[in-house]
DNA sequence: TAGATTGTTAATCGATTAACAATC
DNA sequence: TAGATTGTTAATCGATTAACAATC
């Protein structure tokens, strides 16, 4: 399944599309057109099918889509059939939040958190245990990890990043604001707070 | 000072060359032109002349940049020379992260966190109060809130948006996987958290 | 002055929108 | 069948890259 071609644009509006579908279903919307799709999500009709058809064909001329088969479709686009196995590196609020906010129940699974802090490793935090960082390389070469959470301080997270990726780490979620470098096979998703900030003071005075 | 024009790619590019220009600063870098800021940013040489020219001229020929100058000149430009007021809905993990973040330094201070549990009112956060939100109008009514952070479940995030716009708020950082109806006139910037992991899991398939 | 590098215009590339034939 | 709406091609729009004259 290469789908390197698919251009980020669309990608990053995957999740979206699962989002509005889930809350169609959760109203009991049966059938959608691309046009109806359109003025609850905010992209063109002409975008939604385009989007769609980067993937297959999903819907019936004359008809629409079906909402619970196309809610579907692009679960499975997503990949959200599998589960990820997730560690969360620092135990401090943002690590603990993180742990809290039920990803689970889209298949995100955290099975570690990870610190430096003698008082809190040992603790439970929603059910995972916090786990001595010394222990990372040990850990990582018992439990396979796909998705390696950096909330650490940001003097840190290169050399943090560095270990999860020599212990085998596919990707990593990155909250600390810097732009870490790592071998080119690895996904870094970054979450830069501090640049969201700035771009609502720019719209503020603009 | 009606920046309208400016493209939203510009824009989100801004945060970056601060920081960029920050470590600069920090190395004791004095100048720099836009082919050397292309190989440590990772943006072209002739984007990096066509965003600041966005804005002003900046650079001087067969010179490049000043580091600090085109420093202190982005900051203007996003409008770090003024202070913002914040209040935080939802004084959970997530919401007092954001208050230790370190916000304040770049000019974000955080005046009070909210929230309905009366474990939580009346305790004092990295120097923060929480305030019982039934007083968010009172509170309000007395102190200027440019951006109002939103970390509630998201099953209140809408109506919480809803007081905080008619009590007067200026722009929304919306931390909840809704996204939010408001006035024009109200700008949203979505952290949108389980769109971050679909993506990742998505590009982790790929 | 000669070399270097900007500021800016022109060319290219990619993404979005419009249009419509296919077909349910 | 007639109406509706997709899938898909063509047109447009906007963003990025290339090129180069201006100039420090």
Redesign the interface.
């Known amino acids: 399944?290469?789908?390197?071609s698919?251009s980020m644009a669309v990608?990053?509006r995957?999740?979206?599309y699962?989002?509005c579908l889930s809350d169609m279903i959760d109203k009991g919307i049966e059938r959608i057109s691309s046009k109806e799709l359109s003025e609850t999500i905010?992209f063109s009709a002409s975008q939604i099918r385009q989007d769609f058809n980067n993937f297959g064909k999903f819907g019936q001329q004359g008809y629409g889509y079906n909402v619970e088969d196309l809610h579907s479709a692009i679960s499975n686009?997503?990949?959200?059939q599998?589960t990820?196995r997730l560690i969360v590196l620092g135990a401090?609020?943002?690590g603990?939040?993180?742990v809290?906010?039920g990803?689970e129940k889209?298949?995100?699974q955290v099975d570690a958190l990870f610190d430096n802090n003698t008082e809190k490793i040992g603790k439970i935090v929603h059910g995972v245990e916090v786990l001595d960082v010394n222990i990372l390389e040990t850990y990582m070469s018992k439990h396979p990890v796909?998705?390696a959470v950096i909330t650490t301080p940001v003097k840190v997270a290169q050399q943090i990043a560095d270990r999860v990726v020599i212990s085998g780490a596919?990707?990593i979620?990155n909250f600390a604001?810097v732009?870490l470098v790592v071998p080119e096979d690895v996904?870094v998703?970054n979450?830069?707070?501090?640049?969201?900030?700035?771009?609502?003071?720019?719209?503020?005075?603009?």
Do not use: C, Q
């Not at 686009?77 to 959200?80: R, S």
């Open positions: 399944m290469n789908k390197g698919i990608i990053r995957l999740p979206k699962h989002r905010g686009i997503i990949g959200l599998h990820y401090g609020n943002l603990e939040a993180l809290n906010f990803f889209l298949g995100f796909d998705i596919r990707s979620w604001p732009d996904i998703e979450v830069h707070l501090v640049d969201n900030l700035m771009t609502l003071a720019y719209l503020l005075n603009s």
